[in-house]
């Protein structure tokens, strides 16, 4: 825990773990989410002010259900369990719960039966989310109902010993007061002041840095997108010179970003920066590969194996930073366990420990609207900060099958095209990600009097709040039209554009 104060959440599987964390922190007040495991000794180590259960996908009667320690429920701190969490409170507390005969999904009306303190200024009757199939049939002693809907005890509490549940999930924006109710879990139960601040971010890890590196030498491998830039600039105002950074032109970005993104950082800091131009090495190993699990896992190896070789040019180097952010940690944290691969995501960051450096992860408690923020405070301009993100291994899984340098200069041109023309139409930032994807298709066509036999490209546009699901953009068919007809006339190689509708899940954003 970054620091002592706030609230720790105990992760018991559910998918809105991270969110919870996002909602507390909304009010400037520091949130962490924590393993369930954690033994009471840590939790308390951490010093929270109040403690929240999360879900989880189990029932806590089955045979492997996650339990807290149960020592929890005795140290006085306040503790806010949430549907799994609330079932787990319950029973360990000696209450019942029971399979309900129907799941529970979706909306329903909180009547409030027990206004103070959980429910201040919350109107009775308003909206919550609930997900749930296990429900409480008697709350343990000294618990009382607080709230309930049509179909189940919604909310206990035992105010004496500050323990208080919900059946629904607050976390998520479907629950319309339900950021409120955290709010009041966290100011007005657990006393908690908003001391989570950007600036004071920047000033604490400004000098713990500092005091980490000493005198040493600190490498970093800068990508072009917000994490690693924000790191680099964080860290560079704490230790100047001694910070060293690579940029590796992996030939597989955007047309014309690695000479960008130099420009705009040698425009704004005097950092040292060293560009290595990597394209023919990366190609020469995707050579003849088609599957995308081997791409992504080519691009990841040789970008280790190009950073690894140009960083032993660099003299007495003792640190490696990293822009890991607060979702990469959570993720590997997850009490989930490895979930399926769908696609092994290479992060310009993921640098193996056999370099034998030792981290710095300044950013490691953040979120991504965190960084950007604490970017925007230390001067980083916003055509660094507000952009789309862009994946590790580039523009390798937007040419599906083989990569070659000549798909690859008809990909960046087609995609200029597309990004250019989303810009001018101010449709940027109302898009989460857009970019081009070039198919190994050729069909025929007809250009002045000429039958043509090209590549076919897409236009992918998603909106999103997280990435883990993910809508198409409903763009403007008349941008389209533009865009698409742009592309086909200025691009040579692609005689055909298509607009893909399909939503995550089933598909991804990336189409490898
Ligand atoms: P998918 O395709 O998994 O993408 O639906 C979700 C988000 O993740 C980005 N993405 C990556 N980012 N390294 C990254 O840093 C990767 O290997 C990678 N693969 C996908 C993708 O662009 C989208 O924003």
Redesign the pocket.
Known sequence: MRIKGGIAILDFGSQYSQLIARRIRNHNIYAEVVPHWACIEHIQSLGPQGIILSGGPASVYAEKAPLPDPALFDTGIPILGICYGMQVTTALLGGRVAQARKKEFGKAHLYIDQAYPLYKNIPDGSQVWMSHADHITEMPKGFQQLAHTDSSIASTADLKRQIYTVQFHPEVTHSVYGEEILKNFAVEICGCKPSWDMGDFIEQSVSAIREKVGDKRVILGLSG?VDSSVAAVLIHRAIGDQLTCLFIDTGLLRKGEAHKAMQTYGEHFEMRIRLVTAQAQFLEKLEGITAPEQK?KII?QTFIEVFDRESKKIQNVDFLAQGTIYPDVIESQSVKGPSDT???????GGLPESMGLRLIEPLRELFKDEVREVGKKLGIPAVLIDR??????GLG?RILGEVSAEKLAILQEADAILIEEIRKAQLYHRV??AFVVLLPVKSVGVMGDARTYEYTAVIRSVNTTD??T?TWSHLPHDFLERAGNRIINEVAGINRVAYDISS?PPA????E
């Not at 769908?342 to 310009?348: E, Q």
Request: proline content about 11%; charged content about 15%; overall charge positive.
């Open positions: 997108g992504r990841g769908i696609k092994s995501h290479h992060n310009v789309h993100p862009f994946p590790g291994p899984i989460s990600q990435f883990m993910a995550k991804t954003v990336e189409w």
